[in-house]
């Protein structure tokens, strides 16, 4: 039997949603054309959700959420190894979809796979680490402190375009795997592989109808009462700073795990292996075309190794293939929507405009005018493209004159997300991470961390709270203190 006769048929149905346990079109009124951005395509046509459907996701959850928190861990750990050999059988048609749906280049396409894959192997064992405590009494006898953990009930997740289907189900598979139903609204760029996509794979690895509602909707219909609603717990969200900080005043006595905008510095100090330096700056400006919250913002260079490093970085992005994400030759794909190229021009011209030198550049192209070639620049730390997030294929070089001056520059964000440091001293590696205002810190290797499992979070005006990997535990479960008394006492009135 071939290969071809042994692949599952490909789903099909997404121009509906699952919604209150069963795929239907949502009541808004108003249809989204979902496209390809290379080509222009229309992929699937989704009568989109309304702010009705968000109420009826809710109930609908709450009442699956109550069985499903009472089964076995056994009994939710197989919805997620079945999940993660239902992504081994797919495997190509979800790399395709990726390639189609977020421009991704295949080998992008196939890290997303991996990082889905790899989260629900892990989210398998989650069920059996949800553990509570019995504690003694300080000041009577006869007592016990039983500490319960258990799950919130039901958390809204809100995912980007950038890596939709990695950082809905970083969020998605963790809550549900601790007993949790989930209400997911996927980008409106990517709402298949952001959401459809998984549900999808999720119902055929047998997941209750219910536990899983996808709202493919405007934000403006669907995103306050999604955030607000009384049965939301936990509100995760990953996405921009000024969209963060309204999350926060409107969710206010909610539990938020928030992952906002970032502006990665790598930093290059005196000392650092060039070629390794270079290879991670190529790699953290321009993977995915920079479209990374973790992306290299900023290349902070020590004033021994700047001009080389210049010089290998724009003879390096010059090498690079601009053009269609399906050809294997491809570099540089697509900017997700027109845009969104725009806000990056317009950051390229405002950073010239500041005194930042153009070096390498190029005009848009593609079917649609949306794939931009590398771009790198040189220029203070406030030039528009190093003070600003990018989110595009452009890496600005900023001059330091020593080691603390670098460090110096790599804080004077409002950011704190990710960032790097390269060095051939280890531990003046580490020591110069320690001092760092951002969530992780990489020594000698790139601001993009490939660790599908870690804890997402991070400093400053890049977030709150860390999720992902087993911190998801702690962030969608809660805790439950019940004290036994097992013996009589006189109460003390």
């Known amino acids: 039997m071939s290969s071809a006769e042994r692949s599952p048929a490909p789903y099909q149905g997404f121009d509906r949603m699952p919604l209150a346990g069963r795929w239907q079109a949502g009541s808004a009124g108003s249809v989204a054309a979902d496209v390809d951005p290379y080509t222009g395509e229309t992929l699937t046509e989704i009568p989109q959700a309304g702010a009705a459907d968000v109420d009826a996701a809710y109930q609908a959850a709450a009442r699956a959420q109550r069985d499903w928190a009472a089964a076995s861990a056994s009994t939710r750990a197989e919805v997620f190894v079945r999940a993660a050999e239902i992504m081994q059988e797919r495997r190509a048609e979800i790399v395709d979809w990726l390639i189609a749906e977020t421009g991704a280049i295949r080998p992008r396409a196939e890290w997303e796979w991996l990082a889905v894959r790899a989260v629900l192997l892990e989210a398998a064992s989650y069920p059996a680490r949800v553990t509570g405590r019995i504690l003694p009494s300080a000041l009577i006898d006869g007592k016990e402190n039983r500490v319960y953990r258990q799950p919130v009930g039901t958390v809204a997740v809100i995912s980007p375009w950038n890596f939709p289907m990695q950082l809905s189900n970083r969020s998605v598979a963790p809550a549900l795997a601790v007993g949790n139903a989930v209400v997911l609204k996927p980008a409106g760029d990517t709402p298949v592989t952001g959401g459809l996509l998984l549900a999808k794979i999720y119902e055929e690895a047998g997941l209750p109808a219910g536990l899983l509602n996808v709202l493919v909707g405007r934000s403006g219909d669907v995103g306050d009462p999604l955030v607000t609603h009384e049965q939301s717990a936990v509100v995760s969200f990953t996405g921009s700073t000024p969209v963060g900080r309204g999350i926060a005043e409107k969710a206010a006595l909610k539990k938020l795990c928030l992952e906002l905008g970032g502006n990665g510095p790598l930093v290059v100090l005196d000392d650092a292996d060039l070629d390794r330096a270079t290879d991670a700056a190529m790699f953290g400006s321009f993977f995915h075309q920079g479209q990374v919250c973790m992306a290299t913002n900023r290349v902070i260079a020590h004033r021994a190794v700047h001009d080389e490093l210049v010089d290998r970085l724009v003879a390096r992005s010059r090498e690079l293939r601009c053009g269609d ?82 460090l110096q520059l790599a804080n004077d964000t409002e950011y704190g997300l990710s960032s790097g440091v390269f060095t051939r001293d280890l531990e003046r590696g580490v020591q110069f991470a320690l001092r760092t205002q951002a969530g992780m810190t990489h020594v000698n290797d790139t601001t993009i961390n490939d660790e599908p499992n870690t804890a997402f979070g991070g400093e400053k005006a890049s977030g709150i709270g860390r999720f992902g990997g087993p911190w998801a535990i702690e962030e969608f479960t809660t805790d439950h203190w019940v004290s036994v008394q097992h013996t009589d006492r006189a109460l003390p009135m």
Not at 348 to 365: F, M, Q, W
């Open 325 to 406: 994400p399906r050809d294997p030759a491809t570099n540089i794909g697509p900017i997700i929507n027109a845009g969104q190229v725009e806000s990056v021009r317009d950051k390229v011209s405002r950073a010239v405009s500041d005194g930042a030198d153009l070096l390498t550049s190029g005009e848009p192209g593609g079917p649609t005018g949306q794939v931009l070639p590398p771009h790198v620049l040189t220029g203070g730390n406030d030039v528009a493209t190093a003070a600003e997030e990018v989110f595009g294929p452009v890496a600005t070089v900023v001059r330091a004159e020593d080691a603390e001056h670098a």
